[in-house]
């Protein structure tokens, strides 16, 4: 059973920094991270191929959020700089067999995807 625990959300105010992290018991072609603001559809925020290192980020994210593996310790990152308070939302760490396509752009569920229960992330304005 794939399991996906994330940590590291909390509350920080505008311009403010967090790290989150994502422990995952099985590796996958990709490695991502997906938000979910009240009354908001979710978004993708980023995604990472993990057998390349190549990166999707959002547009809303690039040049502030950075995400990351160490499969030594079988992590994932996602780095948040410069937060907003339009970055307030549930973070999903999530993993996909197929891809980055389905999991962090167009954030369809897939029989291939795996989902985590989410750690909050408020950033005060």
């Known amino acids: 059973q794939v399991q996906l625990v994330e940590s590291g959300g909390g509350s920080v105010p505008a311009g403010g920094s967090l790290n989150l992290s994502c422990i995952y018991s099985?590796?996958?072609?990709?490695m991502g991270w997906i938000r979910q603001a009240p009354g908001k559809e979710r978004e993708g925020v980023a995604g990472?191929?993990?057998?390349?290192?190549?990166?999707y980020y959002a547009d809303a994210v690039k040049g502030r959020f950075t995400v990351s593996q160490d499969k030594s310790k079988n992590t994932i990152y996602l780095q948040m700089t410069s937060l907003k308070p339009d970055d307030t939302a549930m973070y999903y760490c999530?993993?996909?067999?197929?891809?980055?396509?389905?999991?962090?752009?167009?954030?369809?569920?897939?029989?291939?995807?795996?989902w985590g229960q989410g750690t909050q992330v408020t950033v005060a304005s």
């Open positions: 999530a993993a996909d067999t197929t891809g980055c396509r389905h999991l962090v752009v167009e954030v369809i569920d897939t029989p291939h995807n795996y």
């Open positions: 990472l191929y993990t057998s390349t290192g190549g990166a």
């Open positions: 099985t590796n996958m072609y990709c």
